[in-house]
Nanobody, 112 residues
Framework: HVQLVESGGGSVQPGGSLGLSCAVS????????MGWFRQGPGNEREGVAS???????DYADSVKGRFTISRDNAKNTVYLQMNSLKSVDTALYYC???????WGQGTQVTVS
């Protein structure tokens, strides 16, 4: 009954910003290693950002300096703030719990 539900996707112009949320239900996520992945048209799924239980973050080179992953354990939620968006960021973004192998349904981000 664990569920990850992404929200916040949408359409923005290049240079714009968008914030994504991943709400975890059915369990307490504060100890989880969480991440955001994306899959754009014609591309393989790639890791975007990750955050461990202590808040340590890692980013794909393509998004460093532009994206920020964070978590609010009190809200059982993981976030991805995306700034300076580019057309190449267009993708379906997924939230994932690494250890549990759970994925959200994805939220579409379109930059055009």
């Amino acid at each position: 009954h664990v569920q990850l539900v992404e929200s916040g996707g949408g359409s923005v112009q290049p240079g714009g910003s968008l914030g994504l949320s991943c709400a975890v239900s059915g369990t307490i996520a504060r100890h989880f290693y969480m991440g955001w992945f994306r899959q754009g048209p014609g591309n393989e799924r790639e890791g975007v950002a990750s955050i461990d239980k202590n808040g340590k973050t890692d980013y794909a080179d393509s998004v460093k300096g532009r994206f920020t992953i964070s978590r609010d354990n009190a809200k059982n939620t993981v976030y991805l703030q995306m700034n300076s968006l580019k057309s190449v960021d267009t993708a379906l973004y997924y939230c994932a719990w690494y250890e549990g192998g759970y994925w959200g349904q994805g939220t579409q981000v379109t930059v055009s």
